[in-house]
């Protein structure tokens, strides 16, 4: 019988991309440890890496490609595949220029180094634009605010160095996706920052895991967070507790926003988010008097009503009391795959890049960081004119359930010429397509850890050597595109794998691979290994990765004649301020409002299927306050019937005590949109939202989370 394997790597499934340690017996995976070898990770890893397991052992797993004949699939052979698509794109680009086909990319491609960079490729080769992800349904609000702000570049303090973290809308405990501290064991290095007397606020409307670590916890109104921050914000400017010399270096638009905030007295505050007055002035004097702090946003924040605001007041309110790391401080990441060299007190001015072209068809809105809002894409799919959106290639991603809002989005796809889903499962979205494309698994390629090299809290590389054999079927995404444009007679120039930045401003030089060209995964990632810090073979035989702890730089003071400034309140910001409603909330018609939450054994809409999440989670649970249940008469389990003003969805309730009165709970990315309500199986937050009426300005961000709801018992099971 041959002896068990055991093979170092590490985990694709969130951003943290811990070490682990994998067991393989007979062609199968049998367990998984935290690689306590791994200087970056130190043994840490969570259950979402075990879902990897069962997935590398056949389950949920899509290990062909298909093609859809009539209402139903049959397997085709992958480069019969590509042949096919190449030849239907060359006749849309050919009758309709390449800025008919568009591209999205979903979570999958963030920890796959060589399929970002390979979409960015592509896309230059055909000349077309349009690339939407899944940034822009969660977090686009950063975005905004860093266009319309600037950033201060040296970052903010984390659980490592600050006095006091404001966390506003974020677990990291379960999503691991937070600059607030380390991603890899985030709770152990806020309880190491705790002992050093580091003081943890969380504004959260639930006793999220990370909120019980907090000194103090705000069960804020879900959706009223920008009023929260106003009243920050002027009684940090009333008390004088602003970092005086900071703004006068690096901020422009002080007396703006104070007067803009001006009437968001405590009482105010206290009537639109449930936050009496004395918590809104003692958060205030912990976080404006600490010596180093930083405010912090997640998903909560950016998936709510107001997001860009929001985001923008808190990252002002960060502003004026110096909350970024500065001269004296260290920059313990300086880039070890990608060096960023950014060691020095300095405003990255604002850049309004949706001012510019190329705008969307059917709306005057350009790119932000070079990614168009994917609320936009039925819209520019069904736009009447000749210049839409006809081919659609969607990448490492569930759009149908991302997206929202099923009765916009389903007809849309359908109105497509040609849809193909490259993924590792069938989605939603991949039972609408023409092609399925069936795409490797983290452990049967090589790959190396830079695409998002930029949350680490030191300077990191690893490089992760394929132990699983590749099904003969399926492709890497890398791959796709390539072949694609080698039968289209287009060559494919590489850059570095960089998130957030567009092909044209990736700086560095070029991989290009002709048409007929053949070309590897060794040598595309040799070639952007070759820029960082480190050499390739060096990376290869130390399979634990490499930490480079000597290239811990002090932050230098800024330029004398650096002039850019962090803009604090600009005409737009100022005009959504005023807008805010000052009166005390009112629930309505809708009297509780829906928040989304992640659950730890999922990650977006991946692995809800697993055996492992349903044997925790039968259905995607509705969680609610116990009085809340008790007022409608409901227990455990009952069937409730959840209504908006866009939609409706049925789940189950299950009771939760550190759920805020009057707010429900969920998780995103559960269900199947495709199929009839009836049919459904699981709640799908998505039926209550619309990306056509509730949406925010500039990056068009439908209202995801903090919906206005009313509950209805199905103890008959009625509709």
């Not at 005086?244 to 009482?267: H, I, N, Q």
Request: glycine share 8%; aromatic share 8%.
């Amino acid at each position: 019988m041959p002896a068990a394997e055991r093979h170092i790597s590490y985990c694709r499934n969130c951003c943290a991309q811990c070490g682990i340690e994998v067991v393989k017996e007979n062609g199968v995976l049998t367990s998984m440890k935290g690689d306590k070898n791994n200087p970056f990770s130190r043994g840490y890893f969570c259950v979402k890496g075990l879902s990897s397991i069962d997935m590398h052992n056949g389950e949920d797993r899509q290990d062909q490609c298909l093609k859809k004949i009539g209402n139903d699939f049959a397997a085709i052979d992958k480069n019969v595949a590509l042949d096919e698509i190449a030849g239907k794109l060359g006749a849309i680009i050919n009758a309709h220029g390449p800025e008919a086909v568009a591209v999205y990319t979903g979570t999958g491609v963030n920890s796959n180094s060589l399929s970002n960079s390979a979409v960015k490729a592509w896309l230059e080769a055909i000349g077309t634009p349009y690339l939407y992800t899944s940034m822009t349904l969660d977090q686009p609000a950063k975005w905004v605010t860093a266009c319309r702000m600037g950033v201060f570049a040296t970052g903010k303090y984390s659980t490592l160095d600050a006095d006091v973290i404001l966390l506003t809308g974020g677990n990291p405990a379960v999503s691991h996706a937070s600059m607030s501290g380390p991603m890899c064991n985030p709770m152990y290095w806020a309880k190491q920052a705790h002992k050093r007397g580091m003081k943890l606020i969380v504004v959260d409307p639930a006793a999220t895991q990370s909120a019980r670590q907090a000194d103090i916890h705000i069960k804020i109104t879900p959706g009223e967070v920008a009023a929260f921050f106003a009243g920050l914000i002027k009684i940090v400017i009333d008390e004088g507790w602003y970092d005086d010399a900071f703004c006068d270096r690096f901020v422009d638009g002080f007396d703006r926003l104070k007067e803009a905030v001006s009437d968001f007295t405590p009482s105010v505050v206290e009537g639109r988010c449930g936050v009496s007055a004395d918590t809104l002035h003692e958060v205030a004097r912990i976080f404006a008097t600490a010596r180093r702090k930083s405010a912090h946003t997640g998903t909560g924040l950016n998936m709510g009503p107001d997001s860009n605001t929001s985001e923008h007041l808190s990252e002002a309110l960060n502003a004026i009391c110096g909350g970024y790391r500065k001269r004296g401080d260290m920059m313990r990441n300086m880039g070890a795959l990608f060096d960023s060299g950014l060691a020095q007190e300095m405003v990255l001015p604002p850049n309004r890049s949706w001012t510019r072209g190329p705008k969307c068809h059917a709306t005057d809105i350009g790119p932000i960081f070079g990614e168009y809002p994917t609320a936009l894409l039925p819209k520019e799919i069904k736009h009447g004119g000749e210049k839409r959106i006809r081919a659609l290639i969607v990448v490492g991603g569930n759009l149908v359930t991302a997206l929202s809002d099923p009765t916009t989005v389903l007809p849309a796809l359908s109105h497509l010429d040609l849809l193909v889903t490259l993924d590792q499962r069938e989605t939603a979205t991949g039972a609408l397509s023409d092609y399925q494309i069936g795409i490797s698994l983290p452990y049967e390629r090589l790959d190396f850890n830079a695409i998002l090299e930029y949350t680490r809290y030191m300077s990191f590389g690893q490089i992760a050597k394929p132990f699983m054999p590749r099904p003969d079927g399926v492709m890497e995404d890398w791959e796709f595109f390539t072949g694609l444009a080698g039968r289209m007679g287009y060559t494919m120039k590489f850059k570095r794998t960089l998130f957030s930045v567009s092909q044209a401003e990736t700086p560095g030089p070029t991989y290009d691979v002709g048409p007929g060209e053949a070309v590897s995964a060794e040598d595309l990632i040799r070639f952007m290994v070759a820029q960082g810090r480190f050499a390739y073979d060096d990376l290869l035989a130390n399979p634990h990765g490499i930490a480079l702890p000597d290239v811990e730089t002090e932050i230098a003071p800024a330029a004398l004649d650096a002039t850019a400034r962090l803009e604090l309140c600009p005409d737009d910001v100022l005009a959504e301020i005023k807008a805010l409603p000052r009166g005390a909330y009112e629930a309505g018609p809708y009297p509780y409002r829906l928040v989304s939450r992640r659950l730890l054994e999922t990650v977006n809409s991946a692995y809800t299927q697993s055996s492992k999440a349903r044997r925790r989670y039968p259905e995607n649970p509705v969680f609610m306050n116990p009085d809340d249940m008790e007022a409608l008469g409901l227990n455990a389990k009952d069937k409730v019937l959840i209504e908006s003003a866009h939609g409706r969805s049925r789940g189950t309730v299950k009771p939760e005590k550190g759920l805020k009165p009057g707010v429900l709970a969920a998780s995103h990315g559960w269900g199947r949109p495709d199929k009839p309500e009836a049919e459904q199986g699981d709640l799908f937050t998505g039926r209550l939202v619309s990306i056509t009426e509730d949406i925010t300005t500039i990056n068009y961000m439908p209202r995801q989370s903090a919906i206005p709801v009313r509950v209805k018992p199905l103890f008959a099971d009625a509709s």
